[in-house]
């Protein structure tokens, strides 16, 4: 709150028909009202390291990987910790000057038979606010003669032994604003906009004496004041922030705008991927994922300092199975791309050509971060997977969800690879395209430009060892589709 005291001090003398008029301001102090000033959230970089290593450590070596933090010095023991984005911090600020002093006095000489005006300038300003507040309060007059109060009055019309004061904009006449004498008063400014406010008013003080008025000291006082409430501090990154495949949340996809494509950062690799709401209200990937070992290693500042699994600070994995109190064993290590292997169905392996449209083939194993071996019925999902932190495998059902039309999903060319708009016939409205990129299997990927096959989570036969999938070709689109778990094709996220 800002408040000002003023006092208006008249003193008559009748010789010289004149009254001294002073005004004197007081002291200004601050108040910001509503549930205080907050501040983001907190920095992942502070939290407590996990007990167990998330590091295979070099004796002597220290070096942390870019883009990673660690609250303690001991590498050996304490976990790299991703530098994500934070909310934004709100500093709500708010002033309140007249005649641009928090204190200031004036004197007035008032003449007889006339409105007599002292006028001084209002300033406020205020930053991460959300609204406010001015009052004029407190308002009194006394003197030796009783001078009457006038309400809605313009300043010419003033009567005898009459005062008011008025507030209004500073290029309107003294004369022609609007006195009256209300002990408290609302006062107006201009509209919040931005999260704040710059403006200033005019407040001016009107008297009019006559011969009859008796000779001494008039005075006015009054307090005026200004609250704010401040600006809601988010507890999230909005979409419109987001930096990192990390920093998605639920609330940040609720509010973002249908067929928007945005491009994140996965903080694992520094993989660049695009993501989008699509019309099934969900956001997606709009990219495949291509997350291997050697993406990680790379990452990595040193060999030595080798990021060797996912933790649940960056990927879709809890804090028990990061800690080692999971149903595996230990940290998972994410796999090296490899053209040998997926002819295991309880192997994780992944293969990565390069080619960034296509991404990785992942076995299922390796997709779910090898919670496959914790699945064993139809309909069940797997608990993790290799997806970032906020992002997961789709189930089957959401597959479905996505293919309501799948009849008229509409064939496509997309930075020159054949494929298909699920969701909608573009970005636009909410689709997106998939590429037909095959799957691997037997040293080599077959069928590429041809089928493509996306994993869910959901088993769809177990004793066959068969998940569901996103199953197509250019000729035909397949509901329900499932392949063995030990094949390598490709994988999409949508955020939790």
Partial sequence: MHQSYLQKSNFLRKSHHSIPIGLCVGVV???????????????????????????KPDSGNTTVPEGYTTESGDIETCS??????????????????????????????????????????????????E??????????????????????????????????????????????MTYGSDVSKN???????????DFSRKLVFATK???????????????????????????YVPWDKLVYMQDMNTTACTEAPMGVSKTLKDIRDD????????????????????????SIAAKSATAANKILGLTYFDSDVSEEYDNNRGPFSGLYEVPESSEEGFSDNAAANIY???????????????????????V?????????????????????????????????????????????????????????????PGYYHDNTVKDIEYSGNYWSSTVDNWSKKKVFDLGFSLSSVTPGFSSALYVGISMRCVAR
Avoid at 352 to 371: E, I, L, Q, V
């Fill in 352 to 374: 990565y050509g390069g080619d960034t449209d296509y991404g990785a083939y992942y076995s299922w194993c390796a997709a779910t971060a090898g919670s496959c071996k914790d």
């Fill in 209 to 235: 004496f006559n011969e009859e008025a008796e000779s001494g000291n008039y005075h006015v006082s009054a307090k005026l004041s200004a609250v704010a409430t401040p600006q809601a501090v988010l507890t």
């Fill in 29 to 55: 102090a601050l108040l910001l009202g509503g549930a205080g000033i907050g501040f983001g959230g907190e920095k992942v970089g502070a939290l407590t390291c996990p007990p167990i290593g998330a590091v």
């Fill in 376 to 436: 064993a019925e139809d309909g069940a999902n797997a608990t993790y997977s290799v997806c970032p932190k906020g992002w997961r495998l789709p189930t089957g059902d959401e597959y479905s969800t996505l293919l309501n039309n799948w009849p008229e999903a509409a064939l496509g060319v997309v930075s020159g690879k054949n494929g298909r708009w699920f969701g909608a016939a573009d970005a636009a409205g909410g689709g997106t395209f998939f590429p037909v």
């Fill in 271 to 294: 993989s660049v991927y695009t993501v989008a709401k699509l019309s099934d209200g969900k956001c997606w990937m709009t990219q495949n994922l291509r997350l291997t070992g050697d």
């Fill in 187 to 197: 006062l107006a400014g201009d509209n919040v906009s931005g999260g704040g406010v």
């Fill in 80 to 129: 790299f910790l991703p530098i994500l984005t934070e909310p934004e911090t709100v500093t709500p600020t708010l002033t309140l000057s007249i005649d641009g002093k928090t204190e200031a006095s004036d004197r007035v000489v008032a003449g007889y038979n006339k409105v007599n005006y002292s006028s001084h300038t209002v300033a406020v300003k205020a930053e991460h606010i």
């Fill in 131 to 176: 609204n406010y507040t001015m009052v004029l309060s407190e308002v009194t007059m006394s003197g030796p003669s009783t001078l009457t109060g006038v309400s809605n009055v313009a300043g010419s019309e003033l009567g005898e032994n009459a005062w008011g004061y008025a507030w209004g904009e500073a290029t309107v006449a003294d004369e022609k």
